[in-house]
């Protein structure tokens, strides 16, 4: 099982980027996912969580302007970021909590998207 973040860019401040992450193997259900950024020198932090029951979560920092989603018959999850600011530069991270074929519930990560927000 592995996850394939991409969509990272360089964005001026108050611009947009959308982020995917695709989950692709042996793959018998996918719970939770989510995206968490780690900017230089800070710590791993969430950033949204969305069930598969579409329940969602968000950081205080992003409310309103970023927004989660997931399609569940593609096995991958969205990150629409408006309104960028250069306090959201990071490298963002999708996390998933999958169940392979003939195994138990497992974290997976994503290898990291940059996201560089700058004038």
């Known amino acids: 099982v592995q996850l394939q973040a991409s969509g990272g860019g360089l964005v001026q401040p108050g611009g947009s980027l959308r982020l995917s992450c695709a989950a692709s193997g042996s793959i018998f259900s996918i719970n939770a996912m989510g995206w968490y950024r780690q900017a230089p020198g800070k710590q791993r932090e969430l950033v949204a969580i969305t069930t598969r029951a579409d329940n969602t979560n968000y950081a205080d920092s992003v409310k309103g302007r970023f927004t989660i989603s997931r399609d569940n018959a593609k096995n991958t999850m969205y990150l629409q970021m408006n309104s960028l600011k250069p306090d959201d530069t990071a490298v963002y991270y999708c996390?998933?909590?999958?169940?392979?074929?003939?195994?138990?519930?497992?974290?997976?990560w994503g290898q990291g998207t940059l996201v560089t927000v700058s004038s």
């Open positions: 996390n998933a909590l999958i169940k392979p074929y003939g195994s138990t519930w497992h974290s997976y």
